[in-house]
């Protein structure tokens, strides 16, 4: 059974960094791409960034310059640093496995990122 578990949201002002985290787990296959999204009260889910097995990455235009994801294939874990926070960053972030050769994907429960003043 795979398991996509996100942590370190949480509160933090405008202007400050948080680091997400998104474990996988539960699969024998290597992992091919990687994502974060984020789902804002009322909005429809959108893509934040992505990470392919060979590195190459991809940016929603709201978050270039100020959010970088990477990834650790050793744990299975993808990151997502996120700088220069502003409130319209607040949103649940979900993170999204895709495996080599399998056709689903799989996404974790969501970590809330708030930020206010």
């Known amino acids: 059974q795979v398991q996509v578990v996100e942590s370190g949201g949480g509160l933090v002002q405008p202007g400050g960094s948080l680091r997400l985290s998104c474990a996988a787990s539960g699969r024998a296959f290597s992992i091919n791409v990687m994502g974060w999204y984020r789902q804002a009260p009322g909005k429809q889910r959108e893509l934040v960034a992505t990470?392919?097995?060979?590195?190459?990455?991809n940016y929603a235009d709201s978050v270039k310059g100020r959010f970088t994801i990477s990834r650790d294939d050793a744990k299975n874990t993808a990151y997502l640093q996120l700088n220069s926070l502003k409130p319209e960053d607040t949103a649940v972030y979900y993170c999204?496995?895709?495996?080599?050769?399998?056709?689903?994907?799989?996404w974790g429960q969501g970590t809330q990122v708030t930020v206010s003043s």
């Open positions: 999204k496995v895709n495996y080599h050769g399998i056709l689903r994907d799989y």
């Open positions: 990470i392919t097995s060979g590195g190459n990455t």
